[in-house]
């Protein structure tokens, strides 16, 4: 998976010089389609296209556009993508390799793309976007408006002529593409989960700064109330994200295996458990006891201790609010 990166546009020609050569030769362009995977299946579930205008209507289209001198095939797709849709999720990954060469020419031929303003020749690359990805289109780029599609129910009669070729050429089962957009939206969450117990935190010690104050009652009663009702929110999305989390982490040790790549996120079976046990006991009587402290913390998942603290912050801030209300 290539990274998305902010590059800058250098090298456009000028409109005269650029309808000069499309005159005469055709041009090299690079073309992406948005797309989301049904990680049970492995199917491409829903493509993303742009409302743009075409022959003076409005049509649904793939993103685009022409390569520039001496630049990558892949720089240009995400320079594209960049400037048509902005921001997406870092988890947004653009494939590696092409999965198909779109061909369009200035008539119409059964099969091909059409573009009245040049013979193009594309080369086509999926984005792979996590399955809650909200994107907006970049008020600068040609986008007026972007939208999820199923695969199978497209915009027929307000397609870009092109843009259907290009939808059916997507692989029917890849099982290396469904791994890097589960792996992508296992990144996602991650991050998610790690910024409730960071935000939860920065809040309560806000709010349990004035409940253990001077300040008068009702300003305690209600700081150590809204800290209580925080840490038991914050406690609640924390334990979804990492349920969650947890599950992609199953999912991709399963994949893995199917893929026989090295086994990184490895499943919390019994053996291993097991397993981690008789290391541990091992390392109380063959390691310095710090080592032997440090692997014991180690042993533990961190989620669970967040989780546990955030419980203990709602426990004090309501034994805050108890002391406020006592005379």
Same mark, same amino acid.
């Given at each position: %998976? *290539?990274?998305?990166?902010?590059?800058?546009?250098?090298?456009l020609?000028?409109?005269? @010089?650029?309808?000069?050569?499309t005159?005469?030769?055709? *041009?090299?362009?690079?073309?992406?389609?948005?797309?989301?995977?049904?990680h049970?299946?492995?199917?491409v579930?829903?493509v993303?296209?742009?409302?743009?205008?075409f022959?003076?209507?409005?049509v649904?289209?793939?993103?685009?556009?022409?390569?520039?001198?001496?630049?990558?095939?892949?720089?240009?797709?995400l320079?594209?993508?960049?400037?048509?849709?902005?921001?997406? $999720?870092?988890?947004?990954?653009?494939?590696?390799?092409?999965?198909?060469?779109?061909?369009?020419?200035?008539?119409?031929?059964?099969g091909f793309?059409?573009?009245?303003?040049? +013979?193009?020749?594309?080369?086509?690359?999926t984005?792979? %976007?996590?399955?809650? &990805?909200?994107?907006? *289109?970049?008020?600068?780029?040609? &986008?007026l408006?972007?939208?999820?599609?199923?695969?199978?129910?497209? $915009?027929?009669?307000?397609?870009?002529?092109g843009? &259907?070729?290009?939808?059916?050429?997507?692989?029917?089962?890849?099982?290396?593409? *469904?791994?890097?957009?589960?792996?992508?939206?296992?990144?996602?969450?991650?991050?998610?989960?790690?910024?409730? $117990?960071?935000l939860?935190?920065?809040?309560?010690?806000?709010?349990?700064?004035?409940?253990?104050?001077?300040?008068?009652?009702?300003?305690?009663?209600? &700081?150590?109330?809204?800290s209580?009702?925080?840490?038991?929110?914050?406690?609640?999305?924390?334990?979804? +994200?990492?349920?969650?989390?947890?599950?992609?982490?199953? =999912?991709?040790?399963h994949?893995?295996?199917?893929?026989?790549?090295? =086994?990184?996120?490895?499943?919390?079976?019994?053996?291993?458990?097991?397993?981690?046990?008789?290391?541990?006991?091992?390392?109380?009587?063959?390691?310095?006891?710090? @080592?032997?402290?440090e692997?014991?913390?180690?042993?533990?998942?961190?989620?669970?201790?967040?989780?546990?603290?955030?419980?203990?912050?709602?426990?004090?801030?309501v034994a805050?609010?108890?002391?406020?209300?006592?005379?």
């Amino acid at each position: %998976m *290539v990274s998305i990166a902010r590059r800058s546009q250098k090298g456009l020609l000028s409109e005269k @010089d650029y309808r000069s050569i499309t005159a005469q030769t055709p *041009v090299a362009c690079v073309d992406i389609l948005p797309i989301m995977i049904d990680h049970d299946t492995g199917l491409v579930a829903q493509v993303g296209l742009i409302k743009r205008v075409f022959q003076d209507r409005e049509v649904w289209c793939h993103l685009g556009g022409r390569v520039l001198l001496d630049e990558h095939l892949d720089h240009a797709a995400l320079r594209h993508v960049n400037a048509t849709i902005g921001d997406l $999720p870092e988890s947004a990954q653009l494939s590696r390799e092409p999965f198909f060469t779109n061909q369009f020419f200035r008539r119409r031929e059964q099969g091909f793309g059409f573009d009245p303003s040049k +013979h193009a020749i594309a080369t086509c690359y999926t984005l792979t %976007m996590p399955s809650r &990805a909200v994107v907006t *289109v970049s008020e600068e780029g040609e &986008a007026l408006a972007f939208q999820w599609f199923p695969r199978e129910c497209l $915009p027929a009669g307000d397609l870009w002529p092109g843009t &259907a070729e290009m939808v059916a050429a997507l692989p029917e089962y890849n099982l290396a593409l *469904v791994y890097e957009s589960l792996h992508a939206d296992y990144v996602s969450h991650n991050e998610l989960m790690w910024q409730t $117990p960071a935000l939860a935190m920065t809040a309560m010690a806000f709010l349990l700064t004035i409940a253990l104050s001077d300040a008068p009652t009702i300003a305690r009663v209600l &700081a150590g109330g809204l800290s209580a009702f925080t840490a038991v929110a914050g406690a609640q999305l924390f334990a979804k +994200h990492s349920a969650n989390q947890l599950a992609k982490a199953d =999912q991709l040790w399963h994949y893995e295996k199917r893929l026989q790549m090295p =086994q990184l996120h490895k499943k919390s079976e019994p053996e291993f458990r097991a397993a981690e046990r008789l290391t541990e006991r091992l390392g109380r009587w063959f390691r310095h006891p710090i @080592d032997s402290l440090e692997k014991r913390l180690a042993r533990y998942r961190s989620r669970g201790l967040w989780f546990v603290a955030l419980i203990l912050f709602a426990a004090v801030s309501v034994a805050a609010v108890v002391v406020a209300l006592l005379p």
